[in-house]
C-alpha cells in the first residue's frame, strides 16, 4: 500500500504517534511519504523525552520506502531551513501525492 500522511500541526504527542505509525506501516511492507505543511514544518521541535519525535524520525527515515517532504513555502514564511528530516517541496508535490496514494491520513 502507498500511504500519505499529512502532518499539519506542531502537536509534539500528536506528530510522535503519527511516526509511530508511518514506523509500523513501514514494518508491514507499504511505501510511506509524511507531507509536512503549515506549522507542521516544525514538527521536530516538539521532540523531548517523553515524546521522542527525533527518534522515530530517523527509524522512519532508515527505510527505502520512507519519504519527508516539507511545504517550501511554510517553511520559507518559518524561515526554517532545509534539512534531511524536512526538505523542501511544493503543492504539486502534495498534488501527486493525493493522486498516487492508496490512503491518506491527516494529523
Known amino acids: ?3 500519505t500522511i499529512i ?3 506542531k502537536h509534539a504527542e500528536t506528530n510522535w504517534n503519527a511516526l509511530r505509525l508511518a514506523n509500523l506501516a513501514l514494518t508491514k511492507g507499504d511505501t510511506v511519504t509524511i507531507f509536512l505543511t503549515g506549522e507542521g514544518v516544525e514538527y521536530e521541535n516538539g521532540s523531548s523525552s517523553q515524546f521522542n519525535i527525533r527518534e522515530q524520525v ?3 527515515l532508515q527505510s527505502k520506502k520512507s519519504k ?3 511545504c517550501g513555502t511554510c517553511m520559507s514564511i518559518r524561515k526554517q531551513g532545509i534539512t534531511q528530516e ?4 511544493g503543492i ?4 501527486s501525492l493525493v493522486v ?3 490512503k491518506i491520513l491527516t494529523f
Do not use: Q, R, V
Open 1 to 3: 500500500m502507498k500511504l
Open 7 to 9: 502532518l499539519s500541526t
Open 58 to 60: 530517523e527509524k522512519f
Open 68 to 70: 519527508i517532504i516539507a
Open 86 to 89: 524536512c526538505p523542501a517541496g
Open 92 to 95: 504539486e508535490d502534495l498534488y
Open 100 to 102: 498516487k496514494s492508496d
